[in-house]
């Protein structure tokens, strides 16, 4: 036998041959030869359940029909997906969903994003021959962040998988029997009383509406159409890379222009940038590590920009906190900037300032809702609504996106370097704080600006750098939460030597955020970090502590990193669980 | 060394009598044996279960072989004055034929047991199950022996050779699937006994362990040996407290004997037996789902491939098999499997165990050769329909099995045979049912059983089974239309063809099986409004006749004030309040108020 026939079989496909991997299943084979089998509970980055029966093909000698999705692929197999019986079987299965689901496609917030509808109307489906009993249930909208209708969720378990998978946090699971069956937090708690992240993972892969994010973008109208408010938005580095998907853009494409060009036509007073915020938390973050270093302080350092890693920390972890930078996010920074420095420069009275932020990113609705942050004397930040929202509101608008001039951020929050822009990526943080730090520390210029050891989507990465001296700074990355708890382990055991460590809850950073376009999968995150370091590479400043807007900051109003002024508005504390927003 | 006793006096301890009051006559037999100075003389065995169980608690002496059934505590004294020192017989106390009354003293003569041909209850009954030396007294663990006595391939053959197959419903080969997990790379190996009996009504498997449980043991170590096994597991519910008590005496005794544990008969082969609770979900006697369970996850299926032969617990191979089918092995082993497949019919070798309830006279379990009639079982072992009722259908296979009317009375119950008639063989469960069953009532009463227990994993088993019921309740209620039939008959084709686990696969039978053999019942609820037997309420009304004296007793007890009437005058019903309870009708003194 050849080393070809034993990984491959041959089997054939509606009478197509077709030669696939022996790993692979009937739905992966049957798109060699260009057939999408239609399926909800299959998520091609998820355990495979074969539990909502959509999938379903004939294959012969098989008892009943089977699900595609979980079924190899054999040798000589003979697999047929057009039968009478398959088609019947796939829109019976389907219209038992829908018997069982509110019929409000038409308002639903997942009209024409909703997997479920788009497999109805695909097979056909024109009417539900069912009518009885339906799941009541209430909707969970305990949380700032996610909202849970379990009377759209269809069971397909794809959230269970993601939130066990990615996060290891198995916040969902099934309960009860029979047509009882649900999916629930444990004992239906609401998502406040158990340890979600608030990542929001679960409403990236969920293909109805039963988790989405909590919808606030009445509230950014309501701030925009009240003439005594001074109306400012800042917009994350991840938005922009994300956003053009939502208007049929190949993922990768970097839309800064017309999402700034969208953002003044709403009618937003001044339209920031995050990146400006995030060059900001470089300079704080990185000077505390070094401070950190010089003065014995708590290591390894730990990122604190990623909410769902913070939630994370406050509820399963509090012994970590001492480890978490105090610095605040950039969304933090920037709220507590816009109420002070520039309200005092421009001249505007901060009582009537509403600070929006655009993110990626579910949890920071959360973390806008943070007792601690309110340390310009108001809420730092006002609404939070994440780039799906975004797109919604300039769909509503009736804005040509596509075709939208482009037009520049304000100044002088506006004005931002390459490694604010590479804080979307994971790994960007980290890049970002070595760039600071090594000038910092050494008092050197970085030869090369690419520290490509911290790049890329593997889960955690590693690498060193010299800062001369003798000391060699040991750094390591990690996104998703699985890993963060492994790299949490590595540390308690005491079997690495870390100074500082990155973390970000998503997969990928916070371009895969909780909040970004569906669908994402690694190919789209891929696509996404190209064009973060490819807009990087292309930036006039490329170092947090070059940026003018940043240099004049400091010089002119903020002091110096650490110093008095920062300490009070750019840093926070972090509390266990009982501290969480209740 | 015990003393020879003259009599032994055999006392059902199996859950059964247990409830009905055997546990009250066990101490006042040996009470008044005692002070009658003949506690030597005379052995009281607290044995498991006879089958019987309708007529317990049973009572049996030996060596004649007497048979009292319904013995009270009040009757022992009787028992001891006239028959254990008299020698006389209790002739009150014995069992009588349903159909001619006669009293039969002898077990061997009793209908119930004459056609049944013990195998795996071979012990039931008969010895105590605490004791292994009575277990051993009958041969018990010789089939191990000899076992391992041979090589593993050879035990396998010999168990492919009997033509066992799975008695937990699915009929698969055992020497087969024992093959499978023999072959299956690895070198770590679970045995699992699947004893989550839980269809309604059938108790087979508790029997078994209750009354024998050292014969389940020894058909796990056999496979163990056979398959390359060291460890197993049982996994039996936790609502069968005496067969888990009974299980940990005997895996206590079989370790202190050197039967279990390591180095068994000085083979060097270890094998150890672990017992899991089950919590009592239907869908955990499904092979996946009893593994989930066991790690300690929620328990529901999984699709197969992989199946446990080679992906099993905690993902090594596993052989799973159900109570029966071990409690087979250690007599085939004995016997060679020539002699087990000398019984039965040409697919289908040995015997099965059947759990009779319903409408029939021997409620109870009965051991039965495959191939013998349906007729047979019901009428000769069963001994008829009560109260001069009319056969309808016989249930077969549990809540997803099939309903089977008159004419297939004749039919040669096996494997195939049953598949054929729409029914299965499912684990057992026999449930006989008379001319008062409405079929269309049944299947709404198993079908309401496999949605509640429907792991809802997924869709057509949750949510189809659900519509499904829906549909039979608005029938019922009167309020079923034309279109439901055909209706019913695509979405029980859809939810047999898509569902991910036996259990949906299977549980459209019941109304797919009543639609064949029963269709008018259907139709006449739907067309005539009509409930041909006259059990759903919508259909039913009461009215007084003319032979009301106007006594006013069934206005007394209507429990809705539907009735009215001056003393001594005709009484009325409002059909308007009435709530078709039937209460004044039974108690009406002039049988005047009809039902319609």
């Known amino acids: 036998m050849s080393s070809v026939t034993e990984t491959t079989v041959k089997l054939t496909i509606d009478g197509l041959e077709v030669t696939a991997p022996k790993s692979y299943t009937i739905l992966q084979a049957a798109r060699l030869v260009g057939l999408k089998i239609p399926h909800l509970c299959y998520h091609p980055e998820l355990a495979r359940e074969g539990n909502c029966r959509v999938c379903l093909v004939e294959v012969e000698g098989a008892r009943s029909l089977v699900a595609s999705c979980v079924y190899p692929v054999g040798e000589g197999m003979k697999v047929r997906t057009n039968t009478p019986s398959v088609r019947e079987t796939r829109k019976t299965v389907v219209e038992l969903m829908l018997a069982n689901h509110p019929e409000d496609c038409l308002f639903c917030v997942k009209n024409q994003h909703c997997e479920l509808q788009e497999i109805a109307a695909d097979l056909g489906i024109r009417r539900v021959r069912f009518s009885g009993e339906k799941r009541e249930a209430k909707k969970d909208e305990s949380n700032p962040s996610i909202v849970r209708d379990p009377q759209k969720c269809i069971l397909c378990t794809r959230c269970v998988r993601a939130c066990s998978e990615r996060q290891g946090l198995d916040i969902f699971s099934s309960a009860n029997r029979g047509f009882d069956s649900i999916v629930e937090p444990a004992f239906g708690l609401g998502l406040d009383e158990v340890a979600c992240s608030y990542c929001g993972q679960c409403t990236t892969v969920c293909p109805t509406a039963a988790l989405t994010e909590k919808d606030d973008t009445q509230s950014v109208w309501d701030a925009l159409s009240d003439p005594d408010k001074y109306v400012v938005v800042q917009t994350a580095p991840s938005v922009r890379i994300g956003l053009g998907e939502e208007f049929g853009m190949a993922s990768g494409g970097i839309v800064t222009g017309k999402m700034v060009a969208a953002l003044r036509r709403f009618g937003f007073d001044k339209v920031f940038d995050t990146d400006f915020a995030a060059d900001l938390t470089i300079m704080e973050e990185g000077h505390e590590l070094l401070h950190r270093l010089k003065n014995g302080g708590v290591l390894p350092m730990m990122t604190s920009c990623s909410p769902g890693w913070i939630n994370f920390v406050e509820t399963l972890h509090p012994e970590m906190i001492p480890h978490l930078s105090t610095a605040k996010s950039p969304q933090g920074m920037f709220g507590a900037t816009v109420k002070t420095y520039f309200t005092e420069r421009e001249g505007v009275d901060p009582s009537k300032v509403v600070s929006v932020s655009v993110m990626p990113c579910t949890a920071k609705k959360w973390e806008a809702k943070r007792p601690q942050l309110n340390d310009s004397g108001y809420r730092d930040v006002d609404i939070v609504i994440t780039t799906r929202e975004f797109a919604r509101m300039i769909k509503q608008t009736g804005i040509d996106f596509l075709n939208l001039p482009e037009e520049e951020f304000d100044d002088p929050m506006g004005i931002s370097s390459g490694a604010g822009q590479i804080f979307g990526a994971t790994g960007g943080v980290m890049e970002a704080a070595l760039r600071t730090a090594y000038e910092a520390y050494t008092g050197k210029t970085l030869s090369n600006l690419d520290f490509v050891g911290v790049r890329g989507l593997t889960g955690i990465k590693e690498t060193s750098v010299d800062m001369g001296d003798g000391l060699v700074l040991n750094v390591a990355v990690a996104h998703t939460l699985r890993n963060a708890e492994k790299l949490i382990e590595k540390v308690k055991a005491k079997e690495a030597d870390y100074h500082f460590i990155e973390i970000m809850a998503c997969p990928g950073g916070c371009l895969g955020g909780g909040g970004q376009p569906y669908p994402t999968d690694a190919d789209i995150r891929m696509s996404r970090i190209n064009a973060i370091y490819n807009a990087d590479a292309h930036m006039k400043y490329r170092k947090s502590h070059e940026n003018p807007a940043i240099i004049e900051l400091y010089d002119t109003w903020m002091g110096k990193p650490l110093g008095e002024r920062a300490h009070h508005l750019l840093h926070t504390h972090f509390t266990p669980w009982e501290g969480r927003l209740k | ?596």
């Open chain 2, 1 to 596: 060394m015990e003393k020879l006793a003259r009599a032994h006096v055999l006392i059902c301890g199996g859950t059964g009598c247990s409830s009905s009051g055997s546990k009250e006559i066990i101490p006042e037999m040996r009470g008044k044996l005692k002070a009658k100075g003949m506690e030597d003389e005379i052995k009281v065995v607290e044995t498991g279960c006879h089958g019987l169980c309708e007529l317990g608690p049973l009572v049996i002496v030996y060596p004649e072989g007497v048979f009292y059934i319904r013995v009270k505590a009040s009757d022992v004294e009787e028992i001891v004055e006239n028959h254990l020192i008299k020698g006389r017989v209790v002739d009150r106390l014995l069992y009588r034929e349903p159909a001619t009354h006669a009293t039969v003293p002898d077990y061997d003569d009793i209908a119930f047991y004459k056609k049944q041909q013990r195998y795996a209850l071979v012990n039931c009954g008969h010895i105590n199950p605490e004791s292994l030396e009575e277990y051993i007294g009958t041969d018990g663990y010789e089939g191990l022996a000899k076992a391992l006595s041979m090589k593993p391939e050879e035990v396998i053959e010999e168990v492919k050779k009997s033509g066992l197959r799975g008695r937990g419903g699915g009929g698969f080969p055992t020497g087969t699937k024992w093959q499978f997990t023999r072959n299956a790379v690895g070198s770590k190996k679970y045995v699992i006994c699947n004893a989550d009996e839980g269809d309604p009504g059938a108790f087979m498997d508790r029997s078994v362990l209750e009354g024998d449980p050292h014969r389940v043991l020894e058909g796990m170590i056999i496979c163990g040996y056979a398959v390359g096994a060291d460890e197993g597991y049982i996994y039996c519910r936790a609502e069968y407290p005496l067969a888990i008590k009974r299980l940990r005496g005997a895996i206590g005794q079989a370790l202190e004997s050197g039967l279990l544990g390591e180095n068994i008969l000085g083979s060097g082969f270890n094998f150890m037996i672990h017992i899991k609770e089950g919590a009592g979900a239907f869908v955990c006697g499904e092979e996946t789902a009893l593994i989930a369970s066991i790690e300690g996850r929620r328990g529901m299926p999984r699709p197969r491939p992989p199946f446990p032969a080679n992906s099993g617990l905690w993902g090594k191979p596993s052989n799973i098999n159900n109570v029966e089918t071990f409690a087979n092995v250690p007599s085939i082993m004995r016997d060679g499997g020539d002699y087990f497949a000398s019984q039965g019919t040409e697919t289908s070798k040995g015997t099965k165990v059947f759990a009779l309830t319903g409408k029939i006279n021997n409620t109870g379990l009965a051991e039965v050769p495959m191939g013998i009639t349906m007729r047979e079982i019901i009428y000769d072992i069963g001994g008829g329909i009560p109260n001069g009722k009319k056969f309808k259908a016989v249930q077969i296979g549990g809540p997803s099995g099939g309903c089977l009317p008159e004419q297939l009375l004749d039919l040669a119950v096996d494997y195939e045979s049953l598949i054929r008639a729409g029914a299965m063989m499912g684990s057992g469960g026999l449930v006989v049912m008379d001319e008062t069953t409405c079929m269309v009532d049944v299947a709404r009463y198993f079908l309401n059983f496999t949605q509640d227990e429907s792991c809802g994993k997924c869709t057509p088993c949750r949510e189809g089974t659900k519509r499904m019921l829906e549909i039979l309740n608005r029938i019922c209620e009167g309020k079923g239309t034309e279109e439901d039939i055909p209706l019913l008959e695509s979405m029980a084709q859809s939810i047999k063809a898509g569902s991910l686990c036996a259990l949906g696969q299977t549980a459209p039978n019941p109304v797919l099986s009543t639609l064949n053999f029963f269709r008018h019942e259907y139709e006449a609820h739907i067309r005539d409004h009509k409930c041909p037997a006259g059990v759903c309420t919508a259909f039913v009304g009461y009215t007084i006749t003319e032979g009301c004296r106007g006594c006013g007793l069934c206005k007394k007890v209507c429990p809705a004030d539907a009735i009215s009437g001056e003393v001594k005058a005709k009484h009325i019903i409002d059909p308007d309040k009435c709530i078709k309870c039937g209460a004044c009708q039974s108690k009406c003194p002039f049988k005047a108020i009809e039902k319609g």
